[in-house]
């Protein structure tokens, strides 16, 4: 299930990368939203359940690095359509600097010859639980295995409570009584969008923290709550492509048709 549901959301998503942006720019980020999430999706399949040694060592902590952009990506898209502006300003680019430490700290394994990346992977595909012990990072070495893998989710977790409370505020002042009624349905779906989202990564951090506190199993199977809030983001995804309104935003009333 997971595994297409994912497959599925990474075509969906540079779909709407390729031939939807142009319409409205505030879509690259919400694409790239949706195909960070659903890579990080396939690739926790494919280190768990995939027995794949070849595709293992092609992902794993190769692409780890997108994970850190999931949570910005989330912002710049809900502050984008909340503000109608898709503009990064300079001091956007703090945003950034997680996924650039993150990929300091996996360089060095990242250019590590591909026969060793088939030895780890040999061992990941024998014992998932390998994972928790091996130091893919420098991160790793200098923090902890079980530090570095709760970073990933409580980063997306820190920015998605930052965009609702985007939402929140933005409903708080009422601005969305400047913006055209036929765009009003968009608050709607912002909050069904935020929710799956923040329903994903929390029972995703229950998984983990039963994981690496309890030593519990828990993170290597699929739990139901992950897969309702996995399936209702794939659904929101398809709803862009359905009901196209949902990519212009929600640009204002000009202050002089106010008037």
């Known amino acids: 299930m997971l ?3 994912s497959v599925t959301g990474i075509f969906l998503s540079l779909f709407l990368i390729g031939f939807k942006a142009r319409s409205y720019t505030p879509t690259i980020y919400l694409g790239l939203f949706f195909l960070f999430t659903n890579m990080y999706a396939f690739v926790q399949f494919v280190l ?25 990506m989330l912002f710049w898209y809900v502050r984008s359509v909340l503000t109608d502006n898709f ?10 600097m997680p996924t650039l430490i993150y990929l300091a700290s996996a360089f060095p394994y990242i250019i590590t010859p591909w026969s060793y990346k088939m030895q780890i992977a040999k061992e990941i595909v024998n014992d998932p639980g390998f994972l928790g012990n091996f130091e893919a990072t420098i991160l790793s070495d200098l923090l902890s295995n ?3 893998y ?11 409570i930052l965009s609702m409370s985007l939402l929140k505020g933005y409903l708080k002042r009422r601005e969305d009584a400047t913006i055209f009624a036929s765009q009003h349905f968009m608050t709607k ?10 329903i994903l990564v929390i029972s995703y951090l229950i998984s983990m923290f039963k994981t690496f506190l309890f030593d519990s199993d828990v993170f290597f ?3 139901l709550l992950q897969i309702i809030a996995a399936t209702g983001l794939v659904g929101l995804l398809l709803s862009s492509f359905f009901f196209q309104s949902i990519l212009y935003g929600l640009p204002r009333i000009p202050e002089s048709d106010q008037n």
């Not at 027995?51 to 190769?62: G, H, M, P, Q």
């Not at 503009?87 to 950034?96: A, E, G, M, P």
């Not at 709760?150 to 998605?160: A, D, K, N, Q």
């Open 48 to 72: 768990l359940n995939s027995k794949s040694v070849f595709l293992v060592a092609l992902l794993y902590t190769n692409f780890t690095v997108f994970n850190y952009l999931i949570g910005p």
């Open 150 to 160: 709760l970073s990933r989710p409580l980063h997306v977790l820190g920015y998605t």
């Open 221 to 223: 199977t699929i739990n």
């Open 146 to 148: 079980t530090i570095v």
């Open 87 to 96: 503009r990064l300003k300079w001091n956007d680019l703090w945003h950034l």
């Open 189 to 198: 779906w912002l909050f069904f969008f935020l929710g799956f989202q923040f």
């Open 3 to 5: 595994l297409i549901l």
